[in-house]
Nanobody
């Protein structure tokens, strides 16, 4: 079994910064793309950023400039640096991995973390 666990959320004032982490656990052989999504109350879940195993990043236009995704393959961990936070960034942030392969070559698809709450006070 594999698992994604997010951490680093919390309460921050507008204009502040937070760094989220998402660590994958289990007997992992490889993780392909990883991504961050968020869901605000009453809204649909939306993409924040994705990163390939090789480090290529992708951001929707609305997320460019203040968010930076990175990963450490040796730690099976992906990060999200969030700067100049706004009240509208308040949401639960989720980590996602479309495909995780274990050392036994078992594949797990579309794995989600439990989410971490980010609250930005105005």
């Amino acid at each position: 079994q594999v698992q994604l666990v997010e951490s680093g959320g919390g309460l921050v004032q507008a204009g502040g910064s937070l760094r989220l982490s998402c660590a994958a656990s289990g007997s992992i052989f490889s993780i392909d793309d990883m991504g961050w999504y968020r869901q605000a109350p009453g809204k649909q879940r939306e993409l924040v950023a994705t990163i390939s195993r090789g480090g290529s990043t992708n951001y929707p236009d609305s997320m460019k400039g203040r968010f930076t995704i990175s990963r450490d393959n040796s730690k099976n961990t992906v990060y999200l640096q969030m700067n100049s936070l706004k009240y509208e960034d308040t949401a639960v942030y989720y980590c996602n991995a479309p495909l995780i392969t274990t050392i036994l070559m078992k594949r797990y698809y579309n794995i989600w973390g439990q989410g971490t709450q980010v609250t930005v006070s105005s």
